[in-house]
């Protein structure tokens, strides 16, 4: 019996290829999805700090008299964290209003000042006037600064900054990073002096 | 004699855009990263530092605090009138009770170590960053980060 052949699908008969037009919406749908919720997360990181419980401050204070657990800040600076009293101060005064011109904005730093925990007197490492010596001059001379006190290798490598309370994140970041290159290993942020008076 | 019969069918090939867009599909369905609002709030201009390091993974929960250039508290928590330390002080007290319950429920006793998450705008006083932490701190948290931008291809800090 000879085998009859199957027309061919022009010749009348129904077409049966997969429809992958349907197909290639939907995946265009869901590609355009997550195209939009994509997030290249990586680019935001973090700078670990602790906060020490309320009562904790009140233990570690000189004078107990005037604190109460629920008024850690109004401790002295030097109080703050007692391990830390041999370590390096850089404190920055910022520009406030009144004081701004042209070369130098509200809240952007004015002076930068160095001291160690031997040191009575803090030392002035740049006044940033915004023409010769803009913020960015002055951060490298605080690197050469603080370098130099690691080299002599005087201090514990433990840093603080103070700056004031109205200077803005972005500079404060930016010592920040100053301070880890020169090669302080451990930086620590003290609460700015306004904040401290404002709950006194 | 008409065109059907003699000519070919002109189809254009779809096989291999399908391929590549379920290529494609696959790849943003490895790397999504579903995250809340307050984690990735676009009108916060974060400060750029290079010294940051990776978010810490050791915390079993987070708290997301965004604060914009005028130290006011935005995203999710912008739905509650926060414009005390006071009542920031209470709603994170209350936001830790809760965390803590849900730990217990599901069988994680003890302390729970939860992160404060600060993003601070770039704009924002430095003051203004710690009268929020101030808060927290009253609120019983011990840890803190602060966010911070970091530009492609930093390395970050070296080892301790």
Known sequence: ?200 | MSASVDSEELDINLTPLLDLILQLIMFFMITINFVRVDQFDESINLPLATQAVPMDNTAEDWIFLNLDSHGRLVGTLSTFLLDTPQKLKVHLMREKDSMERAAKEKGKPGEQKIVIILRADKQCKYAEVWTVLHSCQLAGFKHWQLRVKTLPGAKGPPPA
């Open chain 1, 1 to 200: 019996m000879a085998h009859k052949r199957k027309p061919p699908a022009a010749a009348g008969g129904v077409q049966l290829g997969l429809i992958i037009t349907p197909m290639l919406d939907m995946s265009f749908q869901i590609l355009a999805f997550f195209i939009m919720t994509y997030h290249p997360s990586a680019l935001e990181r973090n700078i670990p700090g602790s906060l020490v419980p309320p009562e904790d401050f009140a233990k570690k204070s000189k004078d107990n008299t005037n604190v109460t657990p629920t008024d850690p800040l109004s401790i002295p600076e030097d109080d703050l964290n007692p391990e830390l009293d041999a370590a390096v101060t850089v404190k920055i005064r910022c520009v406030i209003k009144g004081q701004e011109d042209k070369f130098r904005a509200l809240g952007s730093p004015a002076q930068i000042f160095v001291r160690t925990a031997i040191e009575t007197e803090q030392q002035l490492v740049a006044e940033i006037d915004g023409k010769d010596l803009t913020v960015d001059v002055a951060l490298k001379k605080l690197d050469r600064e603080l370098k130099a006190m690691v080299t002599k290798g005087t201090t514990k490598a433990n840093l603080k900054i103070a700056p004031d309370g109205d200077l803005r994140q972005e500079y404060v970041m930016a010592v920040y990073d100053t301070c880890k290159n020169s090669g302080f290993s451990k930086v620590h942020f003290v609460p700015p002096p306004v904040l401290n008076t404002k709950i006194k």
